[in-house]
């Protein structure tokens, strides 16, 4: 079966599905395991070629969404798995492992694509700030629908502390916190993101956004403020589109009739006319 396939890597789970890149949906189900602690490079590779087995015989393209900056298919930097994922060279060793080329992308830029492409996002033009609140905070920018890839806000500091500790999804479990005590904590995070940035939209996603009634009419913030429409599966779906792009990208143009080149007119030597 030829099936396009998305994994979405994170500090606690790996999920995969056959994803249907025309509708934005899985087809079949999500499969998931418990990310290997510790979450080094040799363990988590092994365990995400055993998932995407686990589809199936499928060929495609692999698309892999990893919490970290990806460049060249290179992690940058890791806050939310093994520090000795640094500098590894992530599409080769997923490659290498499940057999065939994979898209390696940071994991908040693959469920914002598909959320820009699905979701909220849709059609919306403009800048458009998308944050995924989880574990950390991811977040990816949009400017007319074209993607900055690799944005690291969940990073910046805030009153000395590295802001997704403050105001993440985890952060308000860890500090007890209900929905209307981390509504501020949250607000006055969007706040220093809105004066760095200025989005016209902020789409805020991560398993939380389906409570969003609990805390976005809390926020104050300056630009509006939405939920995310896809939930669970932006992640797999996000990486899969993505992969497919790419891979279309790189394929040679298809030549049809109305592309091929007219014949070079012979031209007669000199002299020789008819
Ligand atoms: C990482 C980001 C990631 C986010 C969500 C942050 O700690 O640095 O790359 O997108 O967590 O997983």
Redesign the pocket.
Known sequence: MRGLIGVDI?GSGIKAGVVDSRRGVLVGERVRVPTPQPATPDAVVAATAELVASLGPTQGPVGIGV???IVRGRVL?M??MDTSWVGQPAAKLFGDAIGRPVTVL???DAAAVAEMRFGAGRGVKGTVLVL?L?????SALFVDGVLVPNL?L??IEIRGKDA?RRASAGARERHGLSFKEWAPVLDEYLDRIDQLIWPDLIILGGGVSKRSEKFVPLLSVRPPVVAAALRNEAGIVGAAVRARMLESAARPPRVTSATRATPARRRTPAGSAP
């Open positions: 994170g919490p970290g900056p930097m806050a939310n940071n994991d908040a995924t989880g574990t950390g905070i991811g690291e969940g990073h997704e």
